[in-house]
């Protein structure tokens, strides 16, 4: 019987070894054309519920990367279809719209699963646009996104952007333990969005599994992107 468990052991061991070996990690760094790191970037290849998000350093991982796959770069309202061809890692540098530079960079793919593990979403992510915010009648972020995303539960005085609501979106985990999602205006977390112009907002993205944003997003994520911000 020991040495049956032994084995079977040894099997489960075998298959997760080598289910990590068949798993790639593809790192990148992205950059505007005077160099400078662009952060909070979108990247993804088949879907873009699964994506990266670059860092403040314009870093990002995926994984499972085909050297045949085109890499989605998505900032504010731009996207950029960039073919792998075959590269292994990506230095980019975003020159506009329509144009880019990328080469390959032998030391981000010696960073192995160092960017993937850190900044891989692989959770489900919602997005109202700003005009259907706007079309609501409501003069505060939240109590315009009621009743729009499932699961995202709001109570308490509307107005003041959250000051006096109570918000929730994963369920009632605890009777005691705070369940208030990370409120985060473009990279900045806030309190609230008390002050926030419904007419600045470019779209709001709402992310139930909000690890990347470490234990601030335990009970998930309500982002706004506004109009505004710089590339």
């Known amino acids: 019987m020991i040495r049956k468990l032994l084995f079977t052991a040894f099997l489960v061991c075998a298959a997760a070894t080598l289910a990590a070996q068949d798993k790639t990690a593809f790192n990148g760094i992205i950059t505007d054309k005077k160099g400078a790191p662009l952060k ?7 879907t873009e519920k699964d994506y990266a998000l670059t860092d403040r350093e314009g870093r990002f991982g995926l994984t499972n990367v085909l050297p045949t796959d085109t890499l989605h770069i998505k900032l504010k309202k731009t996207t950029w279809l960039i073919p792998v061809n075959g590269k292994r890692s990506i230095r980019l540098q975003l020159t506009d ?5 990328s080469q390959e960079d032998e030391q981000l793919v010696s960073f192995g699963f ?16 700003g005009e259907e ?8 972020v939240l109590s315009a996104l009621q009743g729009r995303i499932p699961g995202l539960n709001i109570t308490g005085t509307s107005g003041n952007g959250g000051a006096n609501q109570n918000v929730s979106m994963r369920g009632t985990r605890s009777f005691t333990a705070d369940q208030t999602p990370a409120m985060l205006i473009d990279s900045t977390v806030v309190p609230n969005f008390e002050g926030l112009n419904l007419n600045d ?16 997003g335990a009970n998930g994520a309500i982002i706004v992107h506004t109009k505004y911000v710089e590339k």
């Open 40 to 46: 909070r970037a979108h990247v993804w290849v088949k």
């Open 97 to 101: 719209q329509q144009t880019y530079q």
């Open 114 to 129: 160092g960017f993937v593990t850190r900044r891989e979403f692989t959770g489900t992510s919602n997005y109202i646009s």
């Open 133 to 140: 915010l706007r079309r609501s009648g409501y003069n505060d």
């Open 201 to 216: 907002i470019d779209y709001v993205e709402i992310m139930k599994d909000a690890s990347i944003y470490g234990s601030a």
